[in-house]
Antibody
Framework: QLQLQESGPGLVKPSETLSLTCTVS??????????WAWIRQPPGKGLEWIAS???????YYNPSLKSRVTISVDTSKNRFSLKLSSVTAADTALYYC????????????WGQGTMVTVSS | QSVLTQPPSVSAAPGQKVTISCSGS????????VSWHQQLPGTAPKLLIY???KRPSGIPDRFSGSKSATSATLGITGLQTGDEADYYC???????????FGGGTKLTVL
């Protein structure tokens, strides 16, 4: 069965770049019809979509974060990654990776999430 | 301010029925599929409803979804204490070219 696992530093300094990786197990990240996405949730708040990517490299970004975000995929390692630059305390959140059924479908499989705190 | 509007909270007694609304516009709900997620305390969101009214395998038929024009509704019947969670609606916004979520609704089973 498909599983997603986020990994990366739990603490990032202000103005630095947050880097996270989501490793996919149980199926190929190159499966057609699926996109792969990052979603975050600040403490006590709601969900915010960050970005989505197809295995071929097609990407979609949240307009409010686009200037600071890069999503990429590594099919050889069956994983995809997120980079968020110039972070501030407002970027402190639980970061989830998820599988998206088609670019406008639904997020059907989620990772357990990884907490990232931005602090000096 | 979320693009999709949900009530912050709803409550009902065990065994009763509750509905959660999600209001949007023609650029999102009006022309795209709506999904609903359940987030139990301390856990990742779980897909409850996709394509407006379809349930993934394993989701009981106590959960239902519907859509009309620019609004969607999640219904839960036979409420159980284990249903206490935050519920989020979501959809693609064609104008923003972005996925959008509602602000979430906290369900309390009294």
């Amino acid at each position: 069965q498909l599983q997603l696992q986020e990994s990366g530093p739990g603490l990032v300094k202000p103005s630095e770049t947050l880097s996270l990786t989501c490793t996919v197990s149980g199926d190929s990240i190159s499966s057609s019809s699926f996109y792969w996405a990052w979603i975050r949730q600040p403490p006590g708040k709601g969900l915010e979509w960050i970005a989505s990517i197809y295995y071929s490299g097609t990407t979609y970004y949240n307009p409010s974060l686009k200037s600071r975000v890069t999503i990429s995929v590594d099919t050889s390692k069956n994983r995809f990654s997120l980079k968020l630059s110039s972070v501030t305390a407002a970027d402190t959140a639980l970061y989830y990776c998820a599988r998206l059924v088609g670019v406008t479908g639904a997020f059907d499989i989620w990772g357990q999430g990884t907490m990232v705190t931005v602090s000096s | 301010q979320s693009v999709l509007t949900q009530p912050p909270s709803v409550s009902a007694a065990p065994g009763q029925k509750v509905t959660i609304s999600c209001s949007g516009s023609s650029s999102n709900i009006g022309n795209n599929y709506v999904s609903w997620h359940q987030q139990l305390p301390g856990t990742a969101p779980k897909l409850l409803i996709y394509e407006n009214n379809k349930r993934p395998s394993g989701i009981p038929d106590r959960f239902s979804g519907s859509k009309s024009a620019t609004s969607a509704t999640l219904g839960i019947t036979g409420l159980q204490t284990g249903d206490e969670a935050d519920y989020y609606c979501g959809t693609w916004d064609s104008s923003l070219s972005a996925w959008v979520f509602g602000g979430g609704t906290k369900l309390t089973v009294l």
